[in-house]
């Protein structure tokens, strides 16, 4: 064979190799689900998931795809919501609500292949896990704030429903709140639902006009922040950063962190290290972290937050060291203990200082 002839031969292999390399079908991206219990929006609970949701995407570069469906109530609907993910063939699935626990694992039972993570419930299967933020620790700080910066000596909360993570973030706000001002109180209000901005209004409302000059909240919507901007009391958010609706009022909050959460879940599911874990992370996770606290909070105070922090990073310190007692007087952690995540999980006492009884008490 000539140089000419050997040239042609290697450039027709080229040619040949190149063509195939065009033909070759693109990789298929992996589909990822989101069930809501709210609509997005521009800031709570849902909106913080969807932050989440849109780091994942960006973080893959198009290799992995996403779906949501906001609005989806606690129950059968989600069942069916979840069913319907599934069967379109997402490979992994987050259901972001408490009362999604059971519909979860109803579904997970028929798609064995699909990984669910359901977020702040507590049963697990062989292919579902669950995941939750110690929200409690920024709870604890707020309430740090709140009793330093208090005249009524008063704060209030409007809550949602009385599971246990609601309970807690009451509690570890007392906690706070007494650490620095053993005078202080606080009123709660339920609302009985994730999301009514009316109803959160109008609690809010009704806490102010009991003595409240600091407000916080779990609820979903920015009502709570709205009242006190407009009362100009206090307050802390609750989710995501609502400073554009209480530019004056919101002293601090807890916000919630998933994107690198949600991406490290999906890299194990791909690379198939997944397994069902129950996850809890805090400030030393990076799953919660403080806003930005407002220039009316004193420097002293600042840097006590600041201090106090990091002691919780680095678990010197925990909202709930004992000794710790229900209203009723009676021994909960017992004195220089640090409550178990299991009795956590349960909380269904409030501490001395929440001027109020828990439902159905």
């Known amino acids: 064979m000539n140089r000419s002839s050997f040239m042609h031969k290697l450039l027709g292999v080229a040619a040949l190799a190149s063509a195939t390399l065009i033909a070759a079908p693109p990789e ?3 589909k990822v689900g989101f069930v809501y219990v709210g609509p997005v929006g521009d800031a709570g609970w849902t909106y913080q998931h969807d932050l989440g949701r849109k780091q994942l995407e960006k973080d893959f570069k198009g290799k992995v795809v996403t779906q949501f469906v906001e609005n989806v109530p606690e129950g059968a609907d989600s069942e069916r919501v979840i069913r ?29 292949a699909t990984t669910f993570m359901h977020a702040t419930g507590y049963k697990m299967a062989a292919n579902v ?46 906690r706070g709140m007494r650490s620095v001002n053993p005078n202080a109180k606080v009123k709660v209000i339920w609302t009985n639902s994730w999301f009514d901005p009316g109803k959160e209004r109008e609690a809010a409302m009704t806490l102010i006009s009991e003595g409240a000059d600091m407000l916080t909240h779990d609820t979903d919507s920015t009502a709570v922040i709205q009242a006190a901007e407009e009362k100009g009391v206090g307050s802390f958010c609750y989710n995501s950063n609502e400073v554009k609706y209480g530019p004056h009022s919101q002293l601090c909050g807890t916000i919630q962190l998933w994107g690198d959460f949600y991406t490290k879940i999906v890299k194990d599911v ?8 129950n996850i809890w992370g805090g400030f030393n996770k990076g799953l919660i972290a403080l806003a930005p606290m407002n220039a009316s909070v004193p420097k002293d105070v600042q840097a006590l937050i600041l201090k106090l922090k990091d002691q919780i990073s680095a678990g010197k310190l925990h909202p709930f060291t004992g000794l710790i007692v229900d209203q009723s007087g009676k021994e909960r952690v017992p004195a220089g203990k640090t ?3 299991e009795d956590l999980d349960k909380m269904d006492y409030y501490v001395p200082g929440v001027d109020s009884k828990m439902p159905n008490a």
């Open 129 to 174: 896990g669950i995941y939750n933020g110690r929200f409690y620790e920024g709870r604890y700080l707020n309430g740090v704030i709140a009793g330093k910066m208090t005249k009524s000596n008063v704060a209030g909360i409007v809550a949602a429903f009385p599971i246990p993570e609601v309970v807690m973030g009451i509690n570890a706000f007392t």
């Open 84 to 112: 319907e993910m599934a069967k379109s063939g997402c490979k992994v699935v987050f259901t972001t609500s408490f009362g999604y626990m059971n519909p979860t694992l109803a579904v997970a039972k028929t798609y064995p």
């Open 28 to 30: 298929t991206p992996v």
């Open 270 to 277: 791909i690379a198939g290290t997944w397994k069902p874990e």
């Open 339 to 341: 409550i178990s995540d």
